[in-house]
Structures are given as C-alpha cells and as structure tokens.
C-alpha cells in the first residue's frame, strides 16, 4: 500500500495542495521538488513532512519576470540546492539558487519560441551528465540539445521527426538518453557517448 508524502489534499493552490504537476525531484535527504505547473511554482516538501509545502520558486503567478514562472515541467536539483527549471511556457531554462526570490534564464530565450541553438520551443525535460553537461528535451523542436556550462547555445545531439512530444529522459550508467516518446507510444535510448 502506497502512502502520501506530498499533496493529498485537493487540488488548488494553498501550501497543503498541488495543482496539475508533470515532473518532481526527489534529492539525496529524501526531500521532493515539485514542479507545479498549475500554480506556476516549484513546491518543496521536506522528507516526512506531509502536512504541506513550501514554494522555494515561482510565485503562483503566470509571468516571464525573473521571480516568476509560467507552467515549469522540469526540474534538476544539484547536490549543493541549485535548481534548474524547466520554464515550459517561457521556452527557458531558470536557475534558482537555495533561498532566492529570483532566477536567472541559463538557457533559452524568455518568452520567445524558437528553433535556433539559443532558443527552445515548449521544453519538457531537464537533466546533467557527470560531466555537468545540461540535456534539454526540447519538445516542440522535436530535439535535445546539450549545453555546456556557461554556454550562450545549445548544441542538438539528437534531432528527429519521429521524436514526437518527448515527455520524460533520464541518462543511464553507461551515458545513453533514455526518452519517453510520448505521441509514438515507446521509450528510445539513444547512445550519446564514445565508448573506448
């Protein structure tokens, strides 16, 4: 039997409730990030708190201000609090320091859809290799892209008209992208590495 540990209470927008969610992030202490699209906000439950939330991103508010998010799909969370979101409908990618108001677009181009290296088009997912490269799965461009840190572009490692609506990746232990082809009913691995 199944217990909750997040939510349970309805959806809305008061911190003991979620709204329509498609993405959390469970860190090594146990605790859960939310991506709470509905509400526009990243929610942080500590681990066994289940009586509610609280909002580390976002304001419950639609927007493409920096303290503002408008529908986050993904998120990232690095080992020292850095969270890396998913801005869905502001086609970026916003860093949040532990403890912020604000973040920073490290990606993307705010509120403008696109198809060119620095731009995103409705991006679904987030995630970093051990060489701290940032995957993005860049749904409506039908691609993933990799950033190296600190770049002004992305570069697209894969690109095809039969990835349709990507909607989960992960990177296993031997460095291949395993992604959730939504629209074409399957999962693709897709090997991204040298091997010796």
Known sequence: MGVTVA??????????????????????????????????RIHFWAFRNTTAG?????NNVAGSGINQLNCPW?????????????????HRIQRWLPGATSGSTVAGQSGVAGAYSYQFNS??????????????????????????????YGVTIISSSSLVNGRGMSIDLSGSLIVADYSNH??????????K
Do not use: E
């Open 186 to 195: 399957r999962i693709i691995s897709y090997n991204i590495t040298c091997r």
């Open 123 to 152: 991006p679904t997912v987030i995630n970093f290799d051990v060489d701290n490269n940032m995957y993005v799965l860049d749904a409506g461009n039908s691609r993933i892209q990799r950033w190296w840190s600190d770049s002004t």
């Open 7 to 40: 939510g349970g209470r309805g959806q809305g927008a008061a911190y003991n409730q979620i709204s329509t969610s498609y993405a959390f992030y469970v860190d090594v202490s146990s605790n859960i990030y939310i991506a709470d699209c509905g509400n526009h």
């Open 74 to 90: 993904g998120i990232y969370v690095t080992s020292t609090g850095i969270m890396y979101i998913v801005d869905r409908n502001n």
């Open 54 to 58: 609280k909002m580390v991103a976002g």
